[in-house]
């Protein structure tokens, strides 16, 4: 065989295994027949495959079951209680990292608290004593199959860079090939807020939407786009970047950390309450709760600034869903979410009314999150020939 033609029947057979892998892990407990039918393979080459995982420990078989027709059929399904991967999440004064099996069991979880990171290389450190922590109390390191990475700022996840790290400003840090380079492992990078929504598309309160927007209102502001399932990046990563929404003026236009004036997070944040007000989430919610005139005019601004804001952003993408998440959305759960639920819809063009605006209190812990984007590409369809 010419070299071209063993590079693509590698490819060939490295996308049929993939097809099969991610067949078993989505719709497993499922037979080799099943898997022939809805893979369009032939019984062979599934038979070849499933021999394949079944020797790396990949797949396992259960009981054989009678079938209405010919043989008994063997059930096949991921071994995933003894597959591992690492969550690590890296936010502005804390890393944290977990150990989890694919059942999403954590084993070990680690956390290191700082004042504040003092260089690139200091969020190096950190991160590779915990990993080596907790490689150090991995049942089987063979069975490790990745290194997840959750963070709060902005990542080029094409890369492994991450643009803006937490607390560092724009110092971008090249995390996936130094981390690769030193465990052997896969590692993977991505952007907290688009990881949720990630999460959620998969199998959360998005699971039935096709494009949608997940918002979140925290200590920070951040937003996911999603268009057709897949998240829009944008050109420099940055799409989603919904704390910047120009969104205040007059003498109500503050100057933002991204050096421009009247950014929402000035505001609407926990951090911007904090920076601008010298008031805490926890203060303000209840001062709100109390009727104090300044803290009600205050919290009156976000809300409008917030129904401005998300209107447009429906206007413009026409999702089918905004999912709204975060410490301030929590706060004011009983105000703030059904005010903007029963009020954006009059302020926006009827034809993207049909929007469900919904709350997602529970999240999943970050290391979770980012647990999981392991397992999104080990089990991952196969990409489209011709795109590799
Ligand atoms: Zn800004």
């Known amino acids: ?187 993977y990078v991505e952007n907290d807020v688009n990881l949720l929504a990630l999460n959620e598309s998969m199998n959360g309160c998005l699971a039935n939407s096709d494009h949608n927007i997940t918002l979140m209102i925290d200590w920070g502001i951040g937003g996911a786009i999603m268009v057709d399932k897949q998240l829009v990046t944008g050109t420099n990563f940055v799409a989603g970047e919904f704390g910047h929404y120009k969104s205040f003026s007059g003498e109500d236009a503050l100057l933002c950390h991204c050096g421009s004036m009247g950014c929402l997070t000035t505001i609407a944040s926990e951090s911007g309450l904090m920076r601008n007000f010298g008031i805490g989430l926890d203060l303000f919610e209840a001062k709100v709760r109390n009727q104090e005139p300044a803290s009600l005019e205050l919290y009156s601004k976000i809300a409008e600034a917030l129904k401005m804001a998300i209107g447009n952003v429906i206007t413009f993408l026409n999702p089918d869903h905004v999912m709204l998440t975060g410490k301030v959305m929590e706060a004011f759960a009983d105000t703030l979410v059904p005010e903007l639920q029963s009020s954006i819809p009059g302020m926006i063009p009827e034809t993207c009314r049909k929007v469900n605006i919904i709350h997602q209190r529970e999240m999943p812990e970050e290391t979770e999150l980012a647990a999981s984007l392991v397992l999104r590409h080990v089990f991952a369809a196969p990409s489209i020939p011709g795109s590799l």
Request: charged letters at 20%; a positive charge.
């Open 1 to 187: 065989m010419s070299p071209g033609k063993t590079a693509s029947h590698a490819i060939m057979k490295s996308q049929n295994q993939q097809k099969v892998l991610h067949l078993i892990y989505t719709e497993g407990p499922i037979s080799r027949v099943e898997l022939a039918q809805k893979s369009g393979l032939t019984q062979q080459t599934v038979t070849n495959i499933v021999n394949r995982l079944l020797q790396e420990d990949i797949v396992k078989q259960g009981e054989p079951v009678e079938s209405l027709v010919g043989r008994k059929r063997v059930p096949l399904m991921v071994n995933s209680a003894e597959m591992y991967t690492i969550g690590i999440e890296i936010s502005g004064k804390l890393i944290r990292g977990a150990l989890y099996n694919f059942q999403y069991h954590r084993l070990v979880r680690l956390e290191r608290r700082v004042n504040k990171f003092e260089h690139r290389e200091h969020v190096l450190e950190t991160v590779c004593s915990i990993i080596d922590e907790i490689i150090g109390q991995t049942p089987d390191t063979s069975r490790l199959k990745g290194i997840g990475i959750c963070v709060h700022g902005l990542v080029d996840s094409h890369h492994g860079v991450i643009l803006r790290p937490p607390g560092l400003g724009w110092t971008p840090l090249t995390i996936r090939e130094p981390l690769e380079s030193k465990y052997g492992f896969p590692v």
